[in-house]
């Protein structure tokens, strides 16, 4: 019981002197769903009002939860506004990324198809929003928005990334983009893709290791590449299950050569008896 008792006081102090008393992962969760559906998803019957409503409810939740980060009144409005003055033009390019899946996916009929159902779609909305918070360099929140995108999606994509316009992610599951990752425009990826670091040491930790990928790179299923200093040139295709850890040039087709080995039709030869 002396063990219990010591476990329990060190908590309650742990939770006195940290944010972790007062930050609300289940609000967290709950504003990056209102917030989605109030931009890609509204009620035909929503008015202007109702929407404007939707929207102050939404200010106000992202206020409560950045002032539960420690910090003042004052601060945590500026952050707010800051990201709401970002948010059209977060729109205008979740909707080229929409419009990407739309073109690129034969099996996607409109674009409210890839809002309701598309968890490329939801995984990106999620990095850009959390992306903006990252660069006012809002603490902590980024990252747990990315990993409820994370959990809902199987795609995990760090914050602090820099992703172009019209980024098209297809089925998605198991794709891991690293911290320092930089990829330009038009770029699809598909699923299993990791864009990671040759090492995960600690001393590395304010370095770039995480790849570069230029415009209009198209990288399938499998693929792994790794480095700060790796560069997949603009144009180029990434065929599945590479494994990249030096510059790409533009233009580039990378594909395992596959062997195919045809059985032929003569008598198998007479198996081995044995006895157990």
């Known amino acids: 019981m002396a063990i219990l008792d010591q476990l329990i006081e060190r908590i309650h102090h742990t939770k ?6 007062f930050f609300d992962k289940r609000m967290t969760k709950k504003w990056v769903k209102d917030l989605y559906e109030t931009l890609f998803l509204p009620q035909k ?8 409503r939707s929207f102050e409810e939404i200010q106000e939740t992202l206020f409560v939860l950045i002032l539960s980060l420690a910090v003042n009144k004052d601060i945590a409005e500026s952050q707010v506004n800051q990201f709401f003055d970002a948010l059209p033009e977060l729109y205008n390019q979740l909707v080229l990324d929409a419009k990407s899946i739309l073109e690129f996916d034969p099996a996607a009929d409109s674009l409210e198809e890839v809002y309701l159902a598309y968890p490329g779609i939801f995984a990106t909305y999620v990095y850009r929003i959390s992306h903006q918070l990252w660069l006012q360099e809002v603490k902590i929140l980024p990252r747990v928005i990315s ?13 602090g990334a820099s992703i172009g316009k019209s980024f098209f992610i297809d ?7 690293g911290e320092t990752s930089v990829i330009g425009n038009n770029v699809k990826i598909y699923q299993g893709v990791t864009l990671g670091a040759l090492n995960v040491s600690k001393e590395k930790a ?7 990928i230029e415009d209009d790179v198209i990288i399938y299923s499998g693929a792994t590449i790794l480095g700060g200093a790796t560069t997949i040139g603009r144009d180029s ?8 850890t030096q510059s790409v040039p533009a233009n580039s087709l990378v594909y395992h050569k596959s062997e195919i080995k045809i059985k032929d039709n003569t008598s198998l030869p007479e198996s081995l008896s044995f006895v157990i």
């Open 16 to 21: 006195q002197n940290s944010i972790h008393g």
């Open 147 to 159: 990993e409820y995108a994370h959990s809902k999606t199987g795609i995990d994509i760090h914050p």
């Open 171 to 177: 089925h998605g599951t198991g794709i891991v983009i």
């Open 237 to 244: 295709i990434i065929g599945g299950n590479v494994w990249i």
């Open 206 to 212: 304010h370095q770039k290791r995480h790849p570069n």
């Open 45 to 52: 019957s929503n008015t202007e009002d109702q929407l404007k």
